[in-house]
């Protein structure tokens, strides 16, 4: 493998630091006119973190030209699961009433009036309004992602494989072009969807 100045600098530092370099030797770049790959991204962590982590990439390039890198840890998280409110079932009658009764102006005389008024109405929503759980290994899905989207990428994805197995001057050409509609696509449809969810807005939203 060839070493260069900057290979060096960086194994320097991990030496220097005493830091443990994640990378399996899997290429993370692919250079579009020598399709030719190398290892510029590099992960690095502490010691006491190197065996909790598997080290992989993406087999898309999602239409750049660095693979995503994916790092997997078996290490748990202990924050707790995300929340919303679900207004569309909550109970508006009930939170009305309690308002008027708790939220008085005797909230006012409190030692810290803002803290007292924010804690009480918090409290009159959790008795009013039901929450649901996120799950942290659950993505979130993303509102302008339609079919269109996916036909798109898979298309992207198709020219990719192909061009991989055979690097041809047609291939790349049909690469290109594929990549650049799947970009302009996704751009059309974040944009169209902005431009929706704008004009639905009201002064009562």
């Known amino acids: 493998m060839r070493q260069d100045s900057r290979g060096q600098m960086v194994e320097k530092l ?5 830091l443990c370099l994640l990378n ?3 290429p993370t770049y692919r250079h579009h006119s020598h399709h030719s790959f190398s290892v510029p991204d590099v992960s690095i962590c502490d010691p006491s973190l190197a065996l909790e982590f598997d080290w992989l990439t993406h087999n898309d390039l999602c239409g750049s030209d660095h693979f995503p890198v994916i790092l997997k840890t078996s ?3 202990d924050e707790p699961a995300a929340e919303h409110w679900k207004f569309d079932r ?3 009658m009930s939170f009305r009433t309690l308002c008027v009764s ?3 102006d005797e909230l ?7 803290a007292q008024f924010t804690d009480t109405l918090i409290e009159i929503a959790n008795q009013t309004i039901p929450k649901s759980h996120i799950s942290k290994n659950k993505l979130p899905k993303v509102p302008w ?3 269109v989207c996916k036909q798109a990428i898979k298309e992207r994805k198709k020219a990719q494989r192909k061009l991989f197995r055979n690097p041809t001057a047609e291939n790349v050409l049909a690469f290109k072009q594929l990549k650049a509609k799947a970009r302009h696509i996704i751009k059309t449809q974040k944009k169209t969807y902005r431009q929706s969810f704008c004009s639905s807005l009201t002064s009562k939203t």
């Open 14 to 18: 991990l030496n220097d630091y005493n």
């Open 24 to 26: 399996t030797g899997e």
């Open 75 to 77: 290490l748990r998280d």
């Open 90 to 92: 909550a109970d508006w």
């Open 102 to 104: 708790r939220l008085s």
């Open 108 to 114: 006012a005389l409190s030692e810290d009036p803002v």
């Open 145 to 147: 992602f339609n079919d």
